[in-house]
């Protein structure tokens, strides 16, 4: 199959994906995010200069990114866009799938005008530089290697409505609770043991697994007591031998884990504390909603579970590194905003798009081995399926026009139109 050809089908693919993304919003609006999506996998760069030139529009580049620097600052359009990508990714979401939420930021350490830049973590310097909030919320099975971007989120303390960081992670399990029908175990990392994250979980029924920092307290067989001397104090039931990829080299762990059936002071509902040994001196503390029984197979699934937050935090790394996100330039908040929803559409588009039917796995096939990985394609697929997409487009230098959409009644239907 010749690589023209395949570019050319990928362009169509990506044209009736951002067609249902722009369901309910104006036609220019709608061909903005087809453009956007296609620049970001065609250049993977969020700069609305490369962007432009993937395009190779018969006019003006200046017109071009005039253009498309009016549309990124479009008041609705990421809120839009975001309701449409969840309405089409719930189905994807199981009752016991793994809702992966994190935080994470982006550094603009020599920016000036960027609006509403915040206190955020420099990691080239260690201190604090300036920069923004990004919240994300990924999907994955727990026996399972492939992922389902439901949500990204750029804010920042400084901006006008901000009022908390936990109201940032609450407001973020109630969009995507009430996308999935309430389906699926969020699982968040430490920090998220506090009152204000804990009852609102609670309070709308959302299932959760979080890990504990150690410090707040228990009520277990009827008396306060601190997490972590309960967690020192709990018997160890069962044994497992896991192995954790460190620095692309797998390191093999024995560990140890057992629970206890707890509370939360004044608060009713029944949770579980499930203990885990051997990762350090102090125990890994998971709180859980979710209902554990007394066998290895339910205990374990609470630890598998928190463990595959370790898999996906690799997506996290691999949106940041694979569309150059530190590398944002829009001065505007809303843009900013905008442009962080329309990456977690491209990442959409690669991650489950390009792989759900056979027609279009045959595509995906060819993303993948035109990546030219020299040490094969992982599990975790997702650099070399981004990297294919933008060798194929890259090298189609035909213009990116953005057709009428073809009324099709799934994504697979009419795969071959040209």
């Avoid at 071009?64 to 189905?91: H, K, W, Y």
């Avoid at 407001?171 to 999935?180: N, P, W």
């Avoid at 949106?319 to 559409?345: A, F, G, H, P």
Wanted: hydrophobic share 40%; proline share 2%; aromatic share 8%.
């Amino acid at each position: 199959m010749q690589y023209s050809k395949i570019a050319g089908r990928i362009r169509t693919q990506i044209r009736k994906f951002s067609g249902e993304l722009s369901a309910g919003i104006s036609k220019p609006a709608g061909r903005f995010v087809t453009e956007a999506i296609y620049g970001i996998g065609a250049r993977q760069s969020v700069m609305l200069s490369e962007i432009a030139r993937s395009l190779n529009e018969d006019i003006t580049f200046k017109k071009t990114e005039d253009r498309l620097s009016r549309e990124i600052n479009r008041r609705g359009l990421g809120e839009s866009v975001e309701n449409n990508l969840l309405s089409i990714a719930s189905g994807r979401i199981r009752e016991d799938t793994l809702l992966i939420v994190d935080l994470s930021d982006i550094s603009k350490r020599y920016a000036r005008k960027m609006e509403y830049m915040a206190g955020v973590h420099d990691g080239s310097t260690g201190g604090v530089g300036n920069g923004y909030w990004t919240l994300q919320i990924v999907g994955t099975e727990a026996q399972g290697v492939h992922i389902t971007p439901l949500l990204h989120r750029l804010y920042s303390q400084r901006a006008p409505g901000f009022r908390s960081e936990n109201d940032e992670i609450i407001a973020g399990v109630k969009t995507v609770q009430s996308a999935t029908g309430g389906k699926g175990i969020y699982v968040i990392d430490r920090g998220a043991d506090r009152n204000k994250i804990l009852h609102p979980l609670l309070n709308r029924k959302a299932r959760f697994i979080i890990r504990m920092v150690g410090s707040r307290h228990l009520v277990y067989r009827g008396r306060h007591i601190l997490s972590s001397e309960l967690g020192m104090r709990c018997p160890m039931l069962f044994k497992e031998q896991i192995i954790r990829e460190e620095d692309g080299k797998g390191k093999s762990y024995m560990i140890e884990y057992g629970y206890r059936s707890v509370r939360l002071p004044g608060r009713k509902e029944k949770l579980t504390l499930v203990v885990v040994r051997g990762f350090g001196w102090k125990p890994m503390l998971l709180l859980t909603n979710t209902k554990v029984k007394r066998s290895r197979k339910s205990v374990y699934f609470i630890v598998h579970a928190y463990l595959k937050r370790w898999h996906v935090e690799e997506t996290i790394r691999c949106m940041k590194q694979t569309y150059d996100l530190e590398n944002i330039r829009l001065l505007k908040y809303q843009s900013l905003q905008n442009m962080i929803v329309l990456v977690l559409c491209a990442m959409y588009f690669a991650a489950v798009k390009m792989g759900d039917s056979i027609r279009l796995g045959v595509l995906a096939h060819h993303a993948l081995k035109e990546a030219k990985r020299l040490f094969g394609i992982p599990d975790f697929r997702y650099y070399a399926m981004a990297d294919g997409i933008k060798t194929l487009l890259e090298g189609f230098r035909r213009p990116f026009m953005v057709k009428k959409t073809l009324k099709t009644k799934t994504l697979q239907t009419n795969l071959f139109v040209p």
